[in-house]
């Protein structure tokens, strides 16, 4: 049979659980709203029983410590989306200022088509001066509508290009950071401490990471490994691997990992995905762009050439590009006078003969098949598309990723409700355990003042 | 499932759903475009760049077509005035050629053609805006001079050429005839034959006066032909205008469908959004307040 001694030591053990686990409930109420915070629970156990008298006897309740109710697996998948989504957020952000550049309602779009149509308003009386200027001053719109569409890509480009190593440095700091969690984490698992806290610090860096570049995460018994979508080594146990920027023989920023230039496999995060606006799309945009420019110029060119100016000589070009690659940014007007337009195909002033075949430049197609207007229709379609494409799979990955949290809120999140109830039950245990204490007690009494005389 | 206070998050996310959703309805209610960036409709934003560039293009034509019509009317007139001049000419030969005037008749006559002559090389010099409409593509001096050494009497100084304007794609009209076509043709030379009057008058010859006043027949048919030539370059351009004016009406309503908004359908899901926002915040201040603590006291 059990001793009253026995009995309050299990009711004292029964206070401390009831205690501690009023202790959890409290941490876990009073973090409800701290970002990254996962609720803990109190891991009881029965004690070990002992035999007396043939009977298998309670001894009362171990409390064998907390543990953070988290899923791993949930929280690498959250890490996942919130690299596409970074990625995809700075992709849409970046296309969305370049669209201002390349609408359908103005820009070289309607600049093309104003100048050829001021061509066409030549062609009612070709030796007027009025309509000279006007032909002048719609190339010249030609020319700076070329050169802001060049400047809307170099200067987004620059702008990215500016953000890479401000990315690399928040990258090395977050290595850093992790890889001393890493041996926190280890050395407080030896000496047998709950790391939870540690552990949702780590988890809340690791996500932030994830928002700026590609990661992997494998977690191994020496704490997480981190490493870039091509396996280059972030953070390995306690230690980090510091990425490097520098400028590139191309001139723009690249990434390094240890001499290797990583920046080509660097997809995910806003890291990723502002590199793959920058060396993707703006570089081709700017090819086409190019393209127009010079093929426009030349197409142009031929056709004055192929007349006479006012006085009667013969047509020089329009317009000078320095070659293909950089056209749209240096098209310049190289008539210096409005009496130099071409117009005549006789060499008299009044002749408008050759304004049809600068004309026909409107409505022939370019070498790269196209009109200049419909090269100009492709741009604008590449540039939405591309933004669009960005918009959507940003919209897609944060809904995908508001569910994932949802579901990992419900798994680590804490509950007020739940935890109230909790407290309650605590608070009855602990009442409950007290109570038996103070039976105890007063048995005690009973038992001290048998066969003394009562007063 | 376990709950949590998460909900709070999915309220919000959705309460900003709506107001992004509202935020592009107001928009497109406001500039009565559906498309307003090239990402709300990347195919419809490519197709509004090659519509507005035939809009303006057809808006260029119709300005083209005015002009033209003012360079076809006034050489049209000119035309017109040369027939009545010639027209007077011709009663004067006849009047000349009936054998029964005295020698001082016969030189008022000959100086009046004469003046019929000066009248018409005005009328062949008529200059609209600085250009001259009968000297061909040498438009810039008056083309008709008198001048003693030819046996027109008159030089042309323009030239054959002839301009054209754009009024279409792929279309154009001539916008003028040049003067040694309509002056100095082949049969029937208006200043030949009105140099060949005046000095028939003046050496007061009946058979080269009777034939001279012939070549002034002959030539009035030819100056009217010609001017038939600008009635019916008139006549197309009117046509012209029409099919372009309803060109930029079938324009304007393709531009509307492609990147119009429809706002009826956007009026009604701003209604929508606003109800569903309207029914976020109430559930939100239905739910945020419950709490177990508030049923323990």
Redesign the interface.
């Known amino acids: 049979m059990g001793t009253l001694n026995s009995i309050m030591s299990i009711a004292g053990e029964g206070l401390q659980a009831s205690q501690a686990s009023l202790n959890v409930t409290a941490n876990n109420i009073s973090n409800?709203?701290t970002p990254g915070y996962t609720r803990e629970v109190v891991n009881l156990t029965e004690s070990q029983t002992v035999q007396q008298g043939g009977l298998n006897l309670g001894t009362g309740v171990t409390m064998q410590g907390f543990t953070s109710v988290r899923d791993q697996v949930l929280q690498l998948q959250i890490n996942d989306q919130m690299q596409q989504a970074g990625s995809s957020l700075a992709q849409s952000n970046a296309?969305?200022q370049l669209?201002?550049g390349?609408?359908?309602?103005s820009g070289l779009?309607?600049g093309?088509?104003?100048f050829?149509?001021s061509v066409?308003?030549l062609?009612?009386?070709?030796?007027?001066s009025a309509l000279r200027q006007t032909v002048m001053s719609s190339a010249s719109t030609v020319v700076n509508d070329f050169h802001s569409a060049a400047i809307s890509i170099s200067q987004l480009q620059t702008g990215l290009n500016e953000t890479v190593p401000k990315s690399v440095t928040e990258i090395n700091q977050l290595s850093t950071q992790i890889a001393n969690l890493n041996a926190q984490i280890i050395s407080a698992g030896m000496s047998g401490q709950a790391p939870g806290a540690l552990v949702d610090q780590r988890d809340r860096l690791v996500s932030q990471l994830s928002q700026l570049t590609s990661l992997q995460t494998t977690h191994t018994p020496n704490g997480d490994t981190l490493s870039t979508g091509d396996g280059a080594p972030l953070v390995v146990g306690s230690q980090a691997f510091a990425l490097t920027s520098a400028t590139g023989t191309d001139g723009l920023q690249h990434v390094y990992q240890g001499g290797t230039d990583i920046t080509s496999s660097l997809t995910g995060g806003s890291l990723g995905g502002t590199l793959q606006v920058r060396d993707g799309e703006l570089p081709a945009l700017q090819t086409k762009l190019d393209n127009l420019a010079s093929q426009f110029t030349s197409a142009i060119n031929t056709a004055n050439q192929a007349g006479f100016d006012v006085t009667g000589l013969a047509g020089k070009p329009m317009f000078t590009t320095s070659g293909t690659t950089g056209a749209a940014a240096s098209i310049q007007l190289a008539l210096t006078s409005s009496s130099q337009i071409a117009a005549?195909s006789?060499g008299?002033?009044?002749?408008?003969?050759n304004l049809?075949k600068l004309?026909a430049v409107q409505?022939t197609a370019l070498a790269s098949g196209m009109t200049p207007?419909?090269a100009?229709?492709?741009l604008?379609?590449t540039?939405?598309?591309a933004?669009?494409q960005a918009?959507t799979s940003n919209t897609a990955t944060n809904a995908a990723l508001?569910q994932l949290?949802?579901q990992q809120?419900?798994?680590s999140?804490?509950?007020?409700?739940?935890e109230?109830?909790n407290m309650?039950r605590y608070q009855q245990s602990y009442q409950a355990a007290a109570k038996v204490i103070s039976t105890v007690d007063s048995l005690y009494q009973i038992l001290i003042s048998m066969g003394s005389t009562t007063a | 499932?376990?709950?949590?206070?998460?909900y709070y998050?999915?309220i919000l996310?959705s309460i900003s759903a709506t107001q992004k959703s509202e935020q592009t309805d107001i928009q497109q209610l406001a500039t009565s475009k559906r498309?307003n960036?090239?990402?709300?409709?990347?195919?419809a934003?490519?197709?509004?760049?090659?519509n507005?560039?035939s809009t303006?293009?057809a808006?260029?034509?119709e300005?083209?077509i005015s002009?033209?019509q003012s360079?076809l009317q006034s050489a049209s007139s000119a035309l017109s005035l040369v027939v009545t001049a010639l027209t007077s000419a011709i009663t004067q030969g006849v009047e000349a050629g009936n054998g029964t005037l005295m020698s001082a008749q016969m030189t008022q006559l000959a100086s009046s053609i004469s003046g019929v002559r000066d009248q018409v090389i005005g009328l062949a010099n008529t200059s609209v805006?600085?250009?001259?409409l009968f000297?061909?593509?040498?438009?810039?001096n008056p083309p008709f001079q008198l001048n003693a050494a030819p046996s027109t009497g008159v030089s042309y100084v323009g030239?054959s050429?002839v301009?054209?304007?754009?009024v279409g794609?792929?279309q154009?009209v001539q916008?003028n005839v040049p003067g040694d076509q309509i002056f100095a043709a082949a049969t029937g030379n208006v200043m030949q034959s009105l140099t060949d009057l005046i000095n028939a008058v003046q050496a007061n010859s009946a058979t080269a006066i009777q034939t001279a006043t012939a070549e002034v027949q002959s030539a009035v048919s030819t100056v009217s032909l010609q001017q038939q030539i600008y009635g019916s370059a008139t006549n197309q351009l009117t046509a012209d205008n029409t099919s372009l004016q309803s060109e930029t009406v079938s324009l304007k309503s393709q531009e509307n469908s492609l990147?119009g908004a429809d706002i009826a359908t956007i009026a009604t899901n701003l209604t929508l959004a606003q109800t569903s926002q309207q029914a976020a915040l109430e559930a939100m201040a239905k739910v945020a307040p419950m709490?177990?603590?508030n049923y323990?006291q």
């Open positions: 409800s709203d296309l969305q669209e201002t390349f609408s359908s309602a779009g309607t093309l088509t104003a050829f149509d066409s308003q062609s009612t009386n070709p030796a007027s005549s006789d008299s002033a009044g002749s408008s003969g049809s004309l409505n207007v419909d100009y229709s492709d604008v379609y540039v939405g598309n933004s669009a918009q508001s949290q949802a809120a419900s798994i999140g804490v509950s007020v409700d739940e109230t109830t309650i | 499932m376990r709950v949590t206070s998460n998050a999915q996310n498309v960036r090239p990402s709300d409709d990347p195919t934003a490519a197709q509004e760049v090659g507005l560039a303006a293009d808006a260029q034509y300005q083209n002009s033209a360079l805006q600085g250009v001259y000297g061909g593509t040498a438009s810039g030239n050429s301009n054209s304007i754009p794609n792929n154009s916008s990147v709490s177990l603590l323990l």
